[in-house]
Nanobody
Framework: QVQLVESGGGLVQPGGSLRLSCVGSGFTLSFRLYAMNWYRQAPGKERELVAG????????NYADSVKGRFTISRDNAKNTVYLQMNSLKFEDTAVYYCNAARGPFGSWGQGTQVTVSS
């Protein structure tokens, strides 16, 4: 059974930075064969895709709201995906979830809270 464990969330001031990590285990196939994504869900809002990285790790995509501020990366040797978040804004406050996807398969972590507040 796939397990995804996020870490790195916390309280940060506007303009600050955080780096989220997500370590995966229990994959049927090699971790490198899964697309990895970061989603977030703010109170009262739907979960939204923040960033994604393809299995090979070369191509990434971002929500317009985070382009130029967030960077997704992966270390396949460590079964880990990262989300570097810079220039954080109040509106980035949310629970951030890691997602592994391959075809119809999808697995989620438990989430990590990010709060941007002065």
């Amino acid at each position: 059974q796939v397990q995804l464990v996020e870490s790195g969330g916390g309280l940060v001031q506007p303009g600050g930075s955080l780096r989220l990590s997500c370590v995966g285990s229990g994959f049927t196939l090699s971790f490198r064969l899964y697309a990895m994504n970061w989603y977030r869900q703010a109170p009262g809002k739907e979960r939204e895709l923040v960033a994604g990285i393809i299995p090979a790790g070369g191509s990434t995509n971002y929500a317009d709201s985070v382009k130029g501020r967030f960077t997704i990366s992966r270390d396949n040797a460590k079964n880990t995906v990262y989300l570097q978040m810079n220039s954080l804004k109040f509106e980035d406050t949310a629970v951030y979830y890691c997602n592994a996807a391959r075809g119809p398969f999808g697995s989620w972590g438990q989430g990590t809270q990010v709060t941007v507040s002065s």
